[in-house]
T-cell receptor, first 113, second 112 residues
Framework: GDSVTQMEGPVTLSEEAFLTINCTYT??????LFWYVQYPGEGLQLLLK?????DKGSNKGFEATYRKETTSFHLEKGSVQVSDSAVYFC????????????FGSGTRLQVQP | DADVTQTPRNRITKTGKRIMLECSQT?????MYWYRQDPGLGLRLIYY???????NKGEISDGYSVSRQAQAKFSLSLESAIPNQTALYFC???????????FGEGSRLTVL
């Protein structure tokens, strides 16, 4: 079945550091890939997405590139801020059939001033 | 007001009790979902509904049931709650197409 694997957290960084959160997936066909973010006490919200190989999703300084050859969708940001502290979820949606999103286990990011 | 509203936001109950979590949405979406969040396990799909007459089991449906009362309302029931159903529950909606989900703020359930 479909699955998403994320690096375990928490990831602790100082403000202005470079961020990478790894995400790899297993799925048949050509799924769409997503990053969601969950701020403390809130529901998840879409951060960025990519729907086909080599697409780059970007939003709020975050980027992720859909790599079909390595089945990966790593999240990056060049300079994190304290306000980026949250839990980040990688997810996929298969391109065929009537499927809901499959989520990874989440990675908590803590940014220190 | 939130587009996706969940009630109650917090609930503490005892083993064996029947619990209903309710979700309503104003986004006009046909598709609605219930997920469960546990530390270290991410979100797991309990049930999903693609329209009022179309309800499907997710990966962890045992011990749960749902009702889609209208396009805008989707409720989750625990007929006889047990402690390992203690979790944070999220309702979400989506439109047909790109797959973006819109989440409620969550319902924290504690079963003693």
């Amino acid at each position: 079945g479909d699955s998403v694997t994320q690096m375990e957290g928490p990831v602790t960084l100082s403000e202005e550091a470079f961020l990478t959160i790894n995400c790899t997936y297993t799925a048949t066909g050509y799924p769409s890939l997503f990053w969601y973010v969950q701020y403390p006490g809130e529901g998840l919200q879409l951060l960025l997405k990519a729907t086909k190989a080599d697409d780059k999703g970007s939003n709020k300084g975050f980027e992720a590139t859909y790599r079909k050859e390595t089945t990966s969708f790593h999240l990056e940001k060049g300079s994190v801020q304290v306000s980026d502290s949250a839990v980040y979820f990688c997810a996929l949606r298969r391109d065929t059939g009537r499927r809901a999103l499959t989520f990874g286990s989440g990675t908590r990011l803590q940014v220190q001033p | 007001d939130a587009d996706v509203t969940q009630t109650p936001r917090n609930r503490i109950t005892k083993t064996g009790k029947r619990i209903m979590l309710e979700c309503s949405q104003t986004k006009g979406h046909d598709r609605m979902y219930w997920y469960r969040q546990d530390p270290g396990l991410g979100l797991r799909l309990i049930y999903y509904s693609f329209d009022v007459k179309d309800i499907n089991k997710g990966e962890i449906s045992d011990g749960y049931s749902v009702s889609r009362q209208a396009q805008a309302k989707f409720s989750l029931s625990l007929e006889s709650a047990i402690p390992n159903q203690t979790a944070l529950y999220f309702c979400a909606t989506s439109d047909i197409g790109p797959g973006e989900l819109f989440f409620g703020e969550g319902s924290r359930l504690t079963v003693l």
